[in-house]
């Protein structure tokens, strides 16, 4: 299924590395899921502390048909999270997590519930 995926830089300079990075990323999530219509990458700065260092934030949102994940990753107080490409390790994984567990429910489900509930949704 084609799909964009929207990646926003907030108070970090946006570099090839950090874009290869979440690319490779997407391209992983699109191996679980197949139905992915459409998604929302932030990178994000948000803290300056000098104490705890800067911790990195980072929410993915992906759009398939049956539901929309989100993931945030906002750990204050983990100090592993002070690397970009560890949140983004960690934010992906959960994601992938997500996006299993809803394939694996739409595969539990018989043929005729899987009709019935998108006969239903579309009344």
Known sequence: MTNEFQVVFHNIDQTSAIND???KRI???ERYCNQII???VVLDSPHNN???GKVYF???EIHTPSKEVRV???QHDNHA???LYVAIRDAFNAAERQLKSIDKKHRTLPPHKIVTAF???AA
């Open 21 to 23: 990075a979440v690319q």
């Open 27 to 29: 391209n992983k999530l």
């Open 38 to 40: 459409a998604g929302r």
């Open 50 to 52: 000098h104490y705890k």
């Open 58 to 60: 980072v929410g993915i």
């Open 72 to 74: 945030n990753q906002e």
């Open 81 to 83: 999270h002070e690397d």
């Open 119 to 121: 006969n239903d949704e």
